[in-house]
C-alpha cells in the first residue's frame, strides 16, 4: 500500500544523530515524507510517534524506543544491534522491527583482531616512549599471536568471521555461545573451561537476559594469569567493577574494551587510568565499508514498504509484509 497519484506519502521518523540534509540525500524518496526531531530528546520521539507510519531508528542508541503508538507499522533500525529498542513490546503491537544483519560483521571482527594484536605487542605503549623520546627495543616485551589459544563468547555472524581470522593467524580457536552451532569453524567448550583455557578471550555475543553481567567477577577469575580479554559486544557483558579489579591486581592481564555500560566512559570510570588497557568509542563496526552497508540495507528495505514487498531481516519474529495503519 504505498503512496499512489494523489496518496498520502509515507511519514518517516528519522532518529540517527545527522543534519536533515542528509538524512534527505541518505533516505529521500517521493514517496516518503521525511520527519526529524526539533531536539533529541525522548520527548521529541514520543511526541511524534503518534503522526508516523515509519521508523528510522538510532543508531547511537541515545533515542531508545518502547511503544510503537497506534500509528507505527514497521520500524528499520540502522545496525546490527538493537538493545534500544523494546523488541517484545513492538511485536506485542504487530509492528515488525528489522535491523542491518551482517552489514558490520567484518568490520567488528578486524577490529577484534587488530586489537588484541595492540595489546599482544603492547603497540600503544611502543608508540608512547618514541614519541617521549624513550627507545625500549628489547625491554618491553610482546608476545606473538600464532599458537595462542583463543575463546570467543558468541558464535553469530561475527563471531564466525571472528574465529575465521584468528585462525589464520595460527591461533587454536574454541568457542562458546548459548546453543552449539554444528557448522562453526570453531570447536564448542564450555564457557567456564573456555575461559580457563584461553590466552586471548573475544566477546561477540548479543546482550540479552541471559548474557547481561556473563563475565562477572567469578568468571573473570578463571582467567589464566596474563590472559586478554577483547569486549566487542556490549559493556553489560562485563562487569566493569570487577573486570577494573582484575586488572588492577593482575589478574587479567589486559583488555581491550570497544563498548562500556555508559557511553560515552565516565570521567571518573576506573578504566581510564588503567595501564593495561586499551579503551575504543565504540567504533569497532564504524567503518566506510560498514556505513555504506547499512545505508543501503536500511535504503532497501524502506523501498520493498513503499512498494508493497515483503522486508528483510525481521528480527522479533512478525510477518515481513508490512501494512500500513493510516
Not at 540517527?16 to 526539533?38: H, I, K, Q, S
Not at 507510519?53 to 503508538?69: A, E, K, N, Y
Amino acid at each position: 500500500m504505498s503512496a499512489g497519484p494523489g496518496g498520502a506519502p509515507w511519514r518517516l521518523l528519522a532518529l540517527p544523530p545527522l543534519p536533515r540534509t542528509a538524512l534527505l540525500a541518505m533516505f529521500g524518496d517521493e514517496r516518503l515524507e521525511l520527519v526529524v526531531p526539533e531536539e533529541r530528546s525522548q520527548e521529541a520521539v514520543a511526541a511524534l510517534l503518534p503522526e508516523v507510519d515509519l521508523v528510522l531508528g538510532d543508531w547511537s542508541p541515545s533515542l531508545r524506543l518502547t511503544d510503537p503508538g497506534p500509528r507505527v507499522c514497521f520500524v528499520q533500525q540502522p545496525s546490527v544491534g538493537t538493545d534500544g529498542i523494546d523488541l517484545e513490546a513492538f511485536a506485542a503491537a504487530g509492528v515488525p522491527v528489522a535491523n542491518c544483519a551482517g552489514a558490520n560483521t567484518t568490520s567488528v571482527a578486524e577490529w577484534c583482531l587488530s586489537a588484541t594484536l595492540a595489546l599482544l605487542r603492547r603497540t600503544v605503549e611502543g608508540d608512547a616512549a618514541v614519541r617521549r623520546g624513550e627507545w625500549p627495543q628489547t625491554t618491553m616485551g610482546g608476545r606473538q599471536l600464532a599458537g595462542s589459544r583463543v575463546g570467543i563468547i558468541g558464535m553469530g555472524a561475527i563471531g564466525r568471521r571472528t574465529a575465521e581470522l584468528f585462525g589464520a593467524f595460527g591461533c587454536s580457536v574454541s568457542y562458546w555461545s548459548r546453543r552449539r552451532h554444528d557448522d562453526a569453524p570453531a570447536k564448542w567448550a564450555e564457557l567456564d573451561e573456555l575461559l580457563a583455557t584461553s590466552d586471548v578471550v573475544v566477546v561477540v555475543i548479543a546482550l540479552g537476559t541471559r548474557t547481561r553481567g556473563l563475565l562477572d567477577e567469578a568468571r573473570l577469575g578463571l582467567l589464566k594469569p596474563g590472559a586478554v580479554l577483547v569486549n566487542g559486544a556490549r559493556g553489560e557483558v562485563v562487569d566493569e567493577a570487577a573486570l577494573a579489579r582484575a586488572l588492577a591486581t593482575g589478574a587479567v592481564g589486559a583488555a581491550a574494551l570497544d563498548v562500556f555500560v555508559t557511553e560515552p566512559l565516565p570521567a571518573d570510570s576506573p578504566l581510564r587510568t588503567a595501564g593495561n588497557v586499551l579503551l575504543s568509542p565504540h567504533m569497532a563496526g564504524s567503518t566506510v565499508q560498514a556505513a555504506l552497508a547499512i545505508v543501503g540495507q536500511s535504503t532497501d528495505n524502506l523501498r520493498r514498504v513503499l512498494s508493497g514487498q515483503p522486508v528483510v531481516d525481521v528480527v522479533n519474529g512478525l510477518d515481513p509484509v508490512v501494512r500500513r495503519k493510516a
